[in-house]
C-alpha cells in the first residue's frame, strides 16, 4: 500500500514540472509565430506505419494521446480513499456485531437458568434441585400453597414500632419490628385480607443481632392462659370480650343525653354572649363568655367541612350512647340577633365573618392531660382478655406476698426500724395488709376503667377517622421515640370523676375520610389489637347499622338544629355515609372475630 503523503507529495513535484514544460513551449511559440498552421499540426502530432505490418500497426503518438502523469497519480489516490472507507466501516460494523452478541447472550442466558453450585459440604448434602425455577423470584406477600397461614393482628404488629402505608396498595404496609428473641429490628410486608387477618412477607434484618441472654427458668414466667379464673377475675370479663359488670358499674358518668338537651335549649334560645376571649385551641377559635357567667369553646373554621366534621362525629357518639363528648351545639353568627349583638366588637377583631356555622362546645375546667395506656404503646400494642387476666394475677400475687412475708412488708410500708420488738408497727400487721390491698384493689379498678374507656375511644375514633388523637402520636413515633409517653393529643381526663373527654373531633367523617389512604395503616393497627369492648357500645352499634346511620344521624341533625344553621350548613354527604356503614360493618367483624378467638 502506497503512502498518501508520499503520493501526494510526488503529484504536487509532478503539476510544477508540468507547469514548467508548458511555459517553456509557451516562450519556444512565442519565438516561432512566423511559422504556419501545418507545420504547428505536423509537429503536434503525427504517425508511422509500415505498409507491409498494417495489421500490427505501430503507432508513435504526440504528447496528447499518451497518458499524464498526474492523472494516474490521482486515480490511485481516490482509489486509496475508497478503501480506507471501507475498512473504518467494517471496523466499526465488527464492534457493533460483538456488541451486541456480547448483549444477547447476558439477557437471554440468565432467563434459562444457570446450574446452582454448592459453596459449602454441607449444601451438597441436601436434595436441592440444581437450577431454580424462574417463579420462586416473583414478588408476592405469601405464596399460594401458604393461603391458609394467615396471622392475627397482634402476631403481625406486637413490637413494631414504625408501619407505612404502600402507595400502590391500600391494604398493604410496611413494618417494622423489634424482635425480642435476638434484640435486631426486622421490617418485612404485610397485606390485610378479606377475613381480617394478615399475610406476611419475608423478613429483612435491619440490624444485627444481640447477644443471646441465658434463658430464665421456666417457673419464673407466668402463664398467658389461665384454666380456672381467680375470686378477683369475677365479673372483669363477660364472654370473652365484653367488659364484666364490675366494671360497667365503676365507670364514671360521663354526659348524659340530659345533659345535651339544656345545652341546646341553652345555646338557641337563653345564651347571650357579651365578649370573646383567647383560648380554645389554634387559629381563631374563641372562649366565649355569656351573661350568665356560662363559658363554651367556639370552634369557627373558614370552611365548612370541619364544622359538619365536629357536630356529625358529636351526634355520632350520642347515638352510640358513648358519654365521654362534651356537649355541643351548632349555631351561626349572627350580631343582628340578641345573642351576638353584644360582642359586635370582639367578632370583629377575631375576623369573623358574618352568618357563618360555629359550634358552642360546653367549657370543662376540671381536666387534666390524659396518656395512652401501656397496652397501646408500641412496644405492647394490644388489649385482650388474657392482659386483663394478668392484671388480677399480678395484684394476686403482690396481694400474697405480704402474708409470706409479714415482718419484711410491714417494714416496708411504714419504714420502722430493724430492731425488733413491741409497738404499733408490730402489733397491727393485719391492718396494714388490709390497707394495703383495698389500695392495690382500687388501683385496678382504676386502670380497668381507664381501659374500659379506651375501648370506646378506639372504636369511635376509628369509626370517624380521627387523626387528631392517638393516629397522630402513632404517626410521629417514627421520628420521636418518646411521643408515647407524652399525654395523648386531643385527649383529657375529669380530676374528680377520671373521665377521659374525646376533644376536637373535627377531622372526623370528612377531613380524615380523604385521608384514609395515608393513615389506614394506624386507625386499623389500633382496632386489630382491641379484643375487650364495651357492651352498650357494641349493641347500640348494631341498632345503628339495622337503622341505617346516615338517615339517624341526618335526622338527629334536622331535629336539633334551626333553619338558619341549615341554611348555612350542609348535611352530612352521601360518600361519608357510605365509608361509615362499611366501619362500623368492620368494626362488627373484629368483634366476631374476637368471639372466636
Keep these: ?62 504528447p496528447c494521446s499518451s497518458p499524464n502523469p498526474s492523472e494516474a497519480t490521482h486515480m490511485t489516490l481516490l482509489t486509496l480513499r475508497r478503501r480506507r472507507s471501507l475498512q473504518r466501516r467494517a471496523c466499526l460494523l465488527s464492534i457493533l456485531a460483538a456488541f451486541v452478541f456480547g448483549m444477547a447472550l447476558g439477557v437471554v442466558v440468565p432467563m434459562f437458568g444457570l446450574p446452582h453450585h454448592p459453596e459449602s459440604p454441607s449444601e451438597t448434602a441436601t436434595d436441592l434441585p440444581l437450577t431454580e425455577p424462574l417463579s420462586s423470584y416473583r414478588v408476592a406477600f405469601i405464596k399460594e400453597a401458604d393461603a391458609a397461614a394467615e396471622l392475627s393482628a397482634e402476631q403481625v404488629f406486637r413490637n413494631a414500632f414504625h408501619l407505612e402505608q404502600d402507595k400502590d396498595t391500600p391494604d398493604s404496609m410496611v413494618v417494622k419490628k423489634l424482635d425480642t428473641d435476638d434484640g435486631s429490628i426486622k421490617e418485612f410486608h404485610v397485606q390485610r385480607t378479606a377475613s381480617g387477618k394478615y399475610r406476611k412477607g419475608p423478613e429483612r434484618r435491619l440490624s444485627k443481632k444481640l447477644p443471646q441472654r441465658p434463658a430464665q427458668p421456666e417457673t419464673l414466667r407466668s402463664p398467658a392462659v389461665t384454666t380456672s379464673p381467680d375470686p378477683l377475675q369475677a365479673g372483669l370479663i363477660e364472654e370473652d370480650v365484653f367488659w364484666g359488670p364490675t366494671v360497667e358499674r365503676a365507670l364514671p358518668r360521663g354526659f348524659a343525653a340530659q345533659d345535651q338537651l ?11 354572649v357579651v365578649r370573646l376571649e383567647q383560648g380554645c385551641g389554634r387559629m381563631q377559635n374563641r372562649l366565649v363568655v355569656f351573661a350568665d357567667g356560662t363559658r363554651a369553646c367556639a370552634r369557627y373554621r373558614q370552611n365548612t367541612d370541619q364544622i359538619q366534621g365536629e357536630i356529625f362525629s358529636y351526634y355520632l357518639g350520642q347515638l352510640l350512647n358513648i358519654s365521654n363528648l362534651a356537649p355541643s351545639a351548632a349555631t351561626v353568627v349572627d350580631t343582628s340577633t340578641p345573642s351576638w349583638a353584644a360582642a359586635l366588637g370582639d367578632i370583629t377583631q377575631a375576623q369573623w365573618k358574618e352568618r357563618r356555622p360555629v359550634v358552642l362546645t360546653r367549657w370543662l375546667s376540671d381536666l387534666e392531660p390524659a396518656g395512652i395506656p401501656q397496652p397501646f404503646q408500641p412496644l405492647e400494642r394490644h388489649l385482650n382478655k388474657h392482659d386483663v387476666w394478668n392484671l388480677t394475677r399480678h395484684l394476686g400475687q403482690e396481694a400474697e406476698k405480704p402474708a409470706r412475708e409479714p415482718e419484711q412488708g410491714l417494714l416496708k410500708r411504714l419504714g ?43 372504636v369511635f375514633d376509628y369509626l370517624i377517622a380521627n387523626l387528631d ?46 385521608l384514609l389512604k395515608k393513615y389506614e395503616a394506624y386507625h386499623s393497627l389500633l382496632l386489630d389489637n382491641l379484643c375487650v369492648f364495651r357492651r352498650p357500645t357494641i349493641e347500640a352499634l348494631r341498632r345503628l347499622r339495622a337503622a341505617g346511620a346516615g338517615r339517624r344521624l341526618r335526622d338527629l341533625f334536622e ?30 367483624s373484629q368483634v366476631q372475630k374476637c368471639q372466636g378467638s
Aim: proline content about 5%; charged content about 20%; aromatic content about 4%.
Design 262 to 272: 339544656s345545652w341546646e335549649r341553652f345555646v338557641g334560645e337563653q345564651g347571650r
Design 469 to 514: 388523637r392517638v393516629v397522630n402520636n402513632l404517626y410521629n413515633f417514627q421520628w420521636n421515640a418518646d411521643i408515647m409517653a407524652a399525654p395523648a393529643h386531643n385527649l383529657a381526663r375529669q380530676s374528680a370523676s377520671q373521665l377521659l373527654v374525646f376533644l376536637d373531633n373535627e377531622s372526623g367523617l370528612l377531613h380524615g375520610y380523604r
Design 416 to 458: 420502722a426500724g430493724t430492731g425488733p420488738g413491741p409497738g404499733p408497727a408490730a402489733s397491727s400487721p393485719g391492718s396494714a395488709h388490709q390497707s394495703s390491698t383495698i389500695e392495690e384493689t382500687g388501683t385496678l379498678v382504676q386502670r380497668l376503667i381507664e381501659l374500659a374507656q379506651w375501648s370506646d375511644l378506639i
Design 1 to 62: 500500500m502506497y503512502d498518501i503523503k508520499r503520493l501526494e507529495a510526488g503529484q504536487q513535484k509532478l503539476q510544477q514540472q508540468h507547469q514548467h514544460q508548458h511555459q517553456h513551449q509557451h516562450q519556444h511559440q512565442h519565438q516561432h509565430q512566423g511559422l504556419g498552421l501545418r507545420q504547428e499540426q505536423q509537429l503536434t502530432c503525427s504517425v508511422i506505419a509500415a505498409p507491409e505490418h498494417r495489421t500490427h500497426p505501430i503507432s508513435i503518438s504526440s
Design 559 to 588: 331535629r336539633t338544629t334551626s333553619a338558619g344553621v341549615r341554611d348555612v350548613l350542609p348535611s352530612l354527604p352521601d360518600k361519608s355515609v357510605k365509608i361509615l356503614v362499611e366501619r362500623i360493618d368492620r368494626v362488627l
